[in-house]
């Protein structure tokens, strides 16, 4: 299985500081990455899919990009609203699989 | 919108089955695939498989080869899920998803509210 390795686990930051997760694939793959927000109790929501495009309706502050091995999603002007776990995810080979999520606090 | 609701909440003894129904709604059916996802409590995320349900074909992650089923009936837009010889690491929120667009791979763009499954002697 091809292993997604999130980094930080954890991540403080205030509101407009520019953040960045990474997400690290245990192989090379294709552009086949999405990343998710999940808030609280709630069910995951796309954010990027293809590694760089932006799902409808999806604020423009996040974008995603990488290739290889390594994928990036970055906030450009943290919110109070963003405040959740984030979860990249490999659709390119089966089992598709995600990372162990980064969770994202506001200072 | 596209709209998909799930059963609700079941608690189970081990060695039981459960049946986990996704009704979808506001869009095509059978134009894209169903993905079933897991989150043990809190845990992340697991991708158990998907269904089309335009042709039936089924794509399942070896772990759950031979344990999980998944179906569908087109009359009522529902997708199923189920889980047979249930265990205790099986307790978790089960998601199913609709893919973005209407062929694999796809991201997934649209998910249902998530149904509890409790595996408890």
């Known amino acids: 299985d091809i292993q997604m390795t999130q980094s930080p686990s954890t991540l403080s930051a205030s509101v407009g500081d520019r953040v960045t997760i990474t997400c690290r694939a245990s192989?090379?793959?294709?552009?086949?990455v999405a990343w998710y927000q999940q808030t609280p109790g709630k069910a995951p929501k796309l954010l990027i899919y293809?590694?760089?495009s932006l799902q409808s309706g999806v604020p423009s502050r996040f974008s995603g990009s990488g290739s290889g091995t390594e994928f990036t999603l970055t906030i450009s002007s943290l919110q109070p609203d963003d405040l959740a776990t984030y979860y990249c995810?490999?659709?390119?080979?089966?089992?598709?699989?995600f990372g162990q999520g980064t969770k994202l606090e506001i200072k | 919108q596209v709209q998909l609701v799930q059963s609700g909440a079941e608690v189970k003894k081990p060695g039981a089955s459960v049946k986990v129904s996704c009704k979808a709604s506001?869009?095509?059916?059978?134009?894209?695939?169903f993905h079933w996802v897991r989150q043990a409590p809190g845990q992340g995320l697991e991708w158990m498989g998907w269904?089309?349900?335009?042709?039936?074909?089924?794509k399942y992650g070896q772990k759950f080869q031979g344990r999980v089923t998944m179906t569908w009936d087109t009359s009522i837009s529902t997708a199923y899920m189920e889980v047979s010889r249930l265990r205790s690491d099986d307790t978790a929120v089960y998601y199913c998803?609709?893919?973005?667009?209407?062929?694999?791979?796809?991201?997934?763009?649209?998910w249902g509210q998530g149904t509890l499954v409790t595996v408890s002697s």
């Open positions: 506001e869009y095509t059916f059978t134009g894209y695939y």
């Open positions: 995810q490999q659709y390119d080979t089966y089992p598709y699989t």
């Open positions: 269904i089309n349900p335009k042709s039936g074909d089924t």
């Open positions: 998803a609709r893919g973005l667009i209407s062929i694999v791979p796809a991201a997934m763009s649209f």
């Open positions: 293809r590694a760089a």
């Open positions: 192989r090379i793959i294709s552009s086949w």
